[in-house]
């Protein structure tokens, strides 16, 4: 599943054809992805100015003037790719492209297009007024590149709990946006076993942790995310995070930190790779 660098990824690919342009088509050619779509979902875009284009954990968010907030989730094998050249007369259709936005902005028009084999990913539309406090939102903890994420947050967000950290971490109540893949790596950069109970790692070891996982996640959006399966870019490039990993999928190889040879368990049904030597 893409996270947040990936996600972050897509959405600067996008601003610079979507951000002040004006929705002039939505084609949607299935009702339903993960869930149906929104009511007269192509109704209420069309016409409309895309005001601004932001992200919240693993969501895009496109603001658009009508007083409505554009939600969009990868899901699992989701891809949005642009498309500046294409126009009416000229249709561009893959298979499992399932929504296609054409827009006209400050670069002129493109071809924005939602593509999803799996279809684990959705869209939805929100007031944007209330959009905190949807469901998506309401319960979801701070965003790890954000003010209100600190070291004292995150001990805070920890006290009293009794599951592995690994777990902890990826649980979006906590911080929001943190998948499998960076969890692992910030644990490793910060010498944390993904097996020691989250509540003991408020106070000195998350003092580490904060920042570590904020190191991790910028150093993953400036190399574009990583590229393990299905992601790639809105210009279909590639994330190159991947050739930087520590530990993650890197099952049998040595550590770049002790040498040691990194290990792999299950925890909640999810892959963690860790150094037990390194890592405590």
Not at 18 to 28: K, L
Not at 105 to 131: C, K
Not at 156 to 182: C, F, H, M, S, W
Request: proline residues 5%; aromatic residues 6%; glycine residues 10%.
């Amino acid at each position: 599943m893409p996270e947040l660098p990936e996600v972050e990824t897509v959405r600067r690919g996008l601003a610079p054809v979507m951000e002040g342009a004006t929705i002039v088509d939505v084609d949607q050619r299935r009702p339903d992805l993960r869930f149906a779509f929104p009511q007269k979902f192509t109704q209420r875009l069309k016409g409309w100015r895309v005001a601004s284009l932001d992200r919240r954990a693993k969501y895009l968010l496109a603001h658009i003037t009508s007083g409505e907030t554009l939600i969009i989730h990868l899901g699992m094998s989701g891809r949005v790719t642009v498309d500046p050249k294409a126009t009416d007369d000229q249709p561009q259709s893959k298979t499992h492209d399932h929504v296609v936005f054409d827009v006209d902005g400050p670069q002129g028009r493109a071809r924005v297009t939602y593509n999803d084999p799996r279809r684990f990913g959705f869209m939805d539309l929100v007031a944007t007024d209330e959009l905190e406090n949807c469901s998506h939102f309401a319960k979801m903890g701070p965003e790890p590149l954000g003010n209100q994420f600190s070291s004292e947050a995150l001990s805070e967000a920890l006290r009293g709990k009794n599951t592995p950290i690994k777990q902890a971490l990826l649980d979006q109540r906590v911080v929001a946006g943190l998948g499998n893949i960076y969890v692992c790596e910030a644990l490793h950069r910060a010498g944390i076993s993904p097996k020691r109970q989250a509540k003991s790692v408020i106070g000195k070891r998350a003092e580490r942790l904060a920042p570590v996982i904020r190191d991790v996640l910028g150093e993953a959006i400036e190399a574009g995310g990583s590229s393990l399966k299905d992601f790639a870019a809105t210009d279909g490039e590639l994330g190159y995070f991947q050739h930087r990993f520590g530990v993650y999928d890197r099952e049998g190889q040595s550590c770049g930190i002790c040498q040691a040879t990194i290990k792999k368990l299950v925890q909640s049904g999810r892959s963690t790779f860790y150094c037990g030597t390194c890592q405590r």
